[in-house]
């Protein structure tokens, strides 16, 4: 059957136009390669499949026949590699992405997202297994997603990674070095990786897709160099240039500090894509104003983090403006609002900035964050506490600040054996899958009569309801008179 398989394998890269018909004996024979085998012959009749069942049966066969180890990351190692035959060079990735952006700057990322997915960067199948749902809250209707691909990650685990050395090739996952990486059992391979490169504040960086996809066309805009993550003024001039480039996009980064950045701070990076959050659809509930930026519209988002709103038809002077509150908010302390620029030497204050177009007008949000920790909140201040660690005690980085939840896998199982306790009214605290939830879940039996039909769902809208709670921990300014109050003192601040 082997045979059949390889021959279904290249009539899918013919279908998908990955490859052209002179090219059928040649991706044949270049997969014998990589499968230890040294003849094949065509069937009279090839069946399309789904992409999924050719790849596992490729590598059940290999697996059986000695040829590749049994393990995910063994398999994904080699399906790669057989993907990496079908998928074009890069120059040739390069040429189709422009020859289409001449079209429209939508065509040309319309042509590429379906192109990571058909060479199997983005696995579908996989994706689509990752749980989702919206949550009603005070806040509007979140985003919510258990991620069953990546494993849940410490903040101290992020923090040690940023300092530690880089001895690794590739340094990151991130590095422009992955395009056509074999990979290794600690680093995917990346065969049918490809980037489109980009001139970003004169600089050369990279546009590719994330292989994860959390949200609709979920990009990462890449420095060409391993550089730490860093917010500055050139951060914001990036942002609007990329918005030129692909109006239809939001771009944000994250924060470059430890506990409030990203998984990953050793490579300076945007996350943007085409969606729109709830923070995005949150409203401005209080208008500010800057002394000499009359033409700017500013003000504070209706949100559990501290958001500063600004926008107008320059971005020069949207990059002017965010660059003097950056600038403010990095010296800025209020001991009265927990607020500390600085602890022994050490920066805590950094920003969160997401840019948009809206209306044919420039949008930057300007999310301000602080990383102070305490004896009482080790994991930082302004991170989720510890009563809320049972569902997420990983960073708030971008894009949980903007209302999407990126949950960890265990929540898959540990929400559905809570469930079925619930229902049969079982001790939670005896069964130690569950035992972390406890408490909340305790809190929860006052409120509901579960059934079979119902307690998943009320479950889940209830990890909604915490994922609120999560953002309002990470909020500097919290939701009250005094922390409105205190949010203002910033602004007015600001010269």
Not at 64 to 83: F, K, P, Q, Y
């Amino acid at each position: 059957m082997i045979n059949t398989y390889i021959a279904q394998l290249v009539q899918y890269g013919l279908e998908k136009n990955l490859i052209e018909p002179g090219d059928r004996v040649w991706a044949a024979n270049r997969m014998l390669s990589v499968l230890g085998l040294d003849r094949w012959q065509a069937p009279a009749d090839v069946q399309s499949r789904p992409l999924e069942d050719i790849l596992r049966d490729i590598l059940d066969w290999a697996v059986a026949n000695g040829r590749c180890e049994d393990g995910v990351a063994s398999r994904d190692i080699m399906d790669t590699e057989l993907m990496g035959i079908l998928t074009p060079r890069p120059s040739q990735v390069r040429c189709l992405f422009w020859k289409r952006y001449a079209q429209s700057p939508q065509a040309a990322t319309d042509w590429f997202y379906t192109f990571c997915q058909d060479t199997d960067y983005i696995r579908r199948y996989r994706i689509a297994k990752d749980v989702k749902w919206i949550a009603p809250t005070k806040y509007g209707d979140l985003d919510i997603t258990i991620n069953l691909s990546k494993p849940e990650k410490d903040p101290r685990a992020i923090a040690a990674a940023k300092s530690a050395p880089q001895n690794a090739y590739p340094a990151c996952q991130l590095c422009a070095e992955n395009e056509g990486y074999g990979g290794r059992l600690d680093h995917p391979a990346r065969q049918n990786h490809r980037l489109i490169p980009l001139t970003l504040d004169g600089q050369d960086w990279f546009f590719q897709y994330s292989p994860y996809v959390y949200y609709n066309e979920h990009c990462i805009v890449l420095n060409s160099r391993h550089i730490p993550m860093r917010i500055d003024r050139s951060t914001f001039r990036k942002q609007m240039d990329f918005l030129r480039r692909f109006p239809h996009y939001f771009v944000g980064s994250n924060a470059d500090l430890p506990i409030v950045g990203g998984s990953i701070l050793s490579h300076d990076h945007f996350q943007g894509g085409r969606y729109t959050f709830a923070m995005e659809r949150a409203p401005v509930e209080t208008a500010v104003s800057f002394p000499g930026f009359d033409d700017i519209q500013a003000g504070i988002v209706k949100w559990p983090l501290s958001v500063l709103r600004i926008r107008g038809a320059d971005p020069d002077r949207l990059v002017e403006l965010a660059d003097r509150i950056l600038t403010a908010w990095r010296a800025y302390s209020d001991p009265a609002a927990d607020i500390l620029a600085q602890t022994g030497g050490e920066p805590h204050n950094t920003i969160t900035p997401i840019a948009r177009m809206r209306d044919e007008q420039f949008e930057l949000d300007l999310v301000l964050r602080n990383n102070r920790t305490t004896p009482q909140y080790p994991l930082g201040l302004f991170h989720p506490h510890q009563e809320l660690h049972h569902i997420k005690k990983e960073n708030i980085g971008l894009i949980e600040v903007m209302g999407l939840a990126v949950l960890p896998a265990r929540l898959k199982t540990e929400l559905a054996v809570l469930a079925d306790a619930l229902v049969k009214g079982d001790d939670l605290r005896a069964n130690e899958t569950i035992a972390k939830h406890a408490d909340w879940a305790e809190g929860l039996r006052k409120e509901y009569t579960f059934t079979a039909d119902n307690a998943l769902p009320i479950l889940q809208q209830e990890v909604g309801k915490v994922f609120a709670q999560v953002l309002e921990h990470a909020g500097v300014y919290k939701r009250t008179a005094a922390g409105k109050e205190a949010f203002l003192r910033f602004v007015e601040s600001v010269k």
